[in-house]
């Protein structure tokens, strides 16, 4: 699939409407995802828009673009500070296991990794060049030791979250880092020291950043003034990303971003999945529990990225029943050696399934159209096996276009083609012999005894197929 996909359209929260995507420079694309607040463990609610992010990622890569992606990670903030003040250990202690744990989740979750993860602590400089930049446009200004981003200078204000001008209170100050959509105040961009808090030595004076001039900063420095993509969750919006909109347009004098993609909240049975709910649960907690990390995968991207998702034991049992059907097409093509002509419709059926599913997925990551071609060409493909029409090249063919779609998707595990042990294939030789000569009793033990290894063997007018199979249990 590394073409260049003809037509490819998102909604773009920017403008409200589906528009037709073609990147800054021919053939790439560069991809800004806000990245987690290291403040306590993700929890699966966070992890719904790494898993929509990586979607996008991997539907761009495949579709021939070359994706350069930056996440950062914000390591200092309101929420930080006051978690290691809590524990009593220093902000770089205190963080550092919840990045640890959020890593580990990304790869539980077969998210690919990004070029770049910045850490806000780390690009303390670009943030305070950014910051003089706009006290000497007479843009911020500064009040008790801080400094503030003043909203009557920037008129534009209000594009993304479609604030009208008359909610703009210019001169009244937020300290705080987030704030409700009815606080639109001008915002900190550099904070006094406070006591408690760390402090950085700059030419500005003593203090910390504000949330917002973060991203604004490493953006910038990872891939310049204006790029393609920017994607976050809906609560991302108001105030984070239309500050972000404020600083850089300001600064730069130029456009900050060309799309904006936006995903909406995950609920748990209804309820938004919140910390402050006590209803959350990790990657960690569900895989202990015995559900496939994959699954949790499927169940988070299956829902289109724009609709709220609604994460229930239904759902979870819903997702997990969708992944047994990939996993025993994969066993039941694995198991084909018999050698047959090559069957008239597959390169059709592949093809016409290859277009369905990258049209779907180049309509605003259309989720549920494209799966329903993945499993329309499983239902197809199966017919075929039924009737014994697939021989053993059609299948390799069926199992490498399955992995192409997976590459996408994610969802299955890495394939192996293995040859069966040679103990394996050595009782299946006992069975055919003991059938020839009539004892089967004894070729229905060694059956049996090669179902309990994990072989399943189907007897065929063709000979003997196998394939393997799972233990049942609560997880795939």
């Known amino acids: 699939m590394r073409i260049l996909w003809p037509v490819i359209r998102f909604f773009n929260t920017l403008s409200g409407q589906v528009e037709e995507f073609v990147p800054l420079r021919p053939g790439e694309v560069s991809l800004y995802t806000c990245g987690p607040t290291v403040y306590s463990h993700q929890h699966v609610g966070n992890m719904r828009a790494y898993v929509f992010e990586d979607l996008l990622k991997r539907f761009l890569t495949a579709s021939g673009y070359r994706v350069r992606h930056v996440m950062n990670i914000t390591d200092v903030d309101d929420k930080t500070i006051n978690g290691a003040n ?72 209000g594009r993304l979250s479609k604030i009208h001008r008359d909610d ?81 347009e300001a600064y730069w004098g130029r456009p900050f971003v060309r799309f904006w993609l936006h995903c909406q909240h995950l609920v748990r049975d209804g309820e938004k999945m919140a910390k402050s709910k006590g209803n959350t649960t990790t990657v960690s907690e569900l895989v202990t529990a015995g559900v496939d990390r994959l699954t949790v995968r499927y169940l988070l991207l299956s829902t289109h990225y724009r609709k709220v998702l609604n994460f229930t034991q239904e759902a979870l049992s819903q997702a997990q029943a969708a992944r047994e059907r990939l996993l025993d097409f994969v066993l039941a093509l694995e198991g084909i050696q018999a050698v047959r002509p090559d069957a008239p419709g597959l390169p059709d059926l592949v093809a016409g399934t290859r277009r369905l599913f990258l049209d779907a997925l180049g309509d ?21 096996i039924a009737a014994e029409a697939l021989g053993a090249d059609d299948a390799r063919r069926s199992l490498d276009f399955l992995g192409e779609l997976n590459t996408v998707l994610g969802v299955l595990p890495p394939r192996e083609r293995e040859l069966l042990p040679e103990e394996v294939q050595q009782k299946i030789a006992a069975r055919e012999a003991a059938r020839r000569a009539g004892d089967y009793r004894r070729a229905d033990e060694i059956r049996a005894e090669l179902l309990r290894a994990g072989v399943k063997l189907e007897d065929t007018k063709e000979g003997v197929r196998w394939k393997r199979v799972r233990k049942e249990g609560p997880g795939t």
């Not at 100050?173 to 020291?193: G, I, N, Q, T």
């Not at 030595?201 to 490493?218: D, F, K, Q, V, Y």
């Not at 605003?364 to 075929?384: G, T």
């Open 168 to 248: 703009l209170r210019p001169g009244q100050r937020v300290e705080a880092d987030e704030y409700e959509k009815e606080s639109v105040h001008d915002f900190a961009l550099w904070k006094a020291p406070k006591p408690g808090e760390p402090v950085w030595e700059t030419e500005l004076g003593p203090g910390r950043p504000g949330w917002h001039i973060e991203c604004s900063a490493m953006s910038a420095k990872y891939l310049g003034p204006t790029f393609d993509i920017h994607c976050g969750g809906v609560d991302n919006i108001f105030p984070h990303h239309e500050n972000e909109i404020a600083q850089s």
């Open 86 to 157: 809590a524990e009593g250990v220093s902000l770089r202690d205190y963080t550092r296991k919840y990045i640890d744990t959020f890593f580990a989740d990304l790869e539980a979750l077969n998210i690919r990794p990004a070029d770049y993860y910045p850490r806000a602590t780390d690009h303390i400089p670009e943030m305070v060049a950014m910051i003089k930049g706009l006290l000497e446009k007479g843009l911020a200004y500064r009040k008790d030791g801080s400094i503030y981003y003043s909203l009557a200078k920037f008129p534009a204000y």
């Open 364 to 384: 605003d990551l259309n989720i549920a159209e494209a799966l329903a071609a993945l499993f329309e060409f499983i239902r197809s493909a199966n017919s075929l």
